[in-house]
C-alpha cells in the first residue's frame, strides 16, 4: 500500500509564505510525476503544480511565478514554496503522486489526505 503524508498548511495573512511538503511512502517502487491539485469551496479540484521524474515542471496561470515546486527522489518527497500568497489560494491542497506501485504493471495515481491553506487577514 502506498502512503502519502502531506504536511505545511496553515493560516497566513495576504503577501504571506507557507511551505508544502508529500512524502510517498510504503509499497511505491517507482515515481513519475508529483504535485498538488487544490479544492476551494464549491469549486472543481485544479492543478497547482506538478514535477516530474526529469525535473520538469508545470504551473497553473494564477500561481506562476509565486509558487516553487521542488522534489527530492532519494526521500520520495516533494516540496511546493508558495509566496506572495492571496485570498484567493485558500483551499484544501490535495498532493498526489504518479508511480508504479511493487508488483504492479501499471502506474496509478495515489493521493494525500490533503492539507488546508487559509490566506486572510
Known amino acids: 500500500q502506498v502512503q502519502l503524508v502531506e504536511s505545511g498548511g496553515g493560516l497566513v495573512q495576504p503577501g504571506g509564505s507557507l511551505r508544502l511538503s508529500c512524502s510517498a511512502s510504503g509499497s511505491i517502487f517507482s515515481i513519475d510525476v508529483m504535485g498538488w491539485y487544490r479544492q476551494a469551496p464549491g469549486k472543481e479540484r485544479e492543478l497547482v503544480a506538478r514535477?516530474?521524474?526529469?525535473?520538469?515542471?508545470t504551473y497553473a496561470g494564477p500561481v506562476k511565478g509565486r509558487f516553487t515546486i521542488s522534489r527530492d527522489s532519494a526521500k520520495n518527497t516533494a516540496y511546493m514554496q508558495m509566496n506572495r500568497l492571496k485570498p484567493e489560494d485558500t483551499a484544501i491542497y490535495y498532493c498526489?503522486?504518479?508511480?508504479?506501485?511493487?508488483?504492479?504493471?501499471?502506474?496509478?495515481?495515489?493521493w494525500g489526505q490533503g492539507t488546508q491553506v487559509t490566506v486572510s487577514s
Open positions: 514535477i516530474n521524474s526529469g525535473g520538469s515542471t
Open positions: 498526489f503522486v504518479f508511480g508504479f506501485e511493487i508488483g504492479s504493471g501499471r502506474p496509478d495515481n495515489y
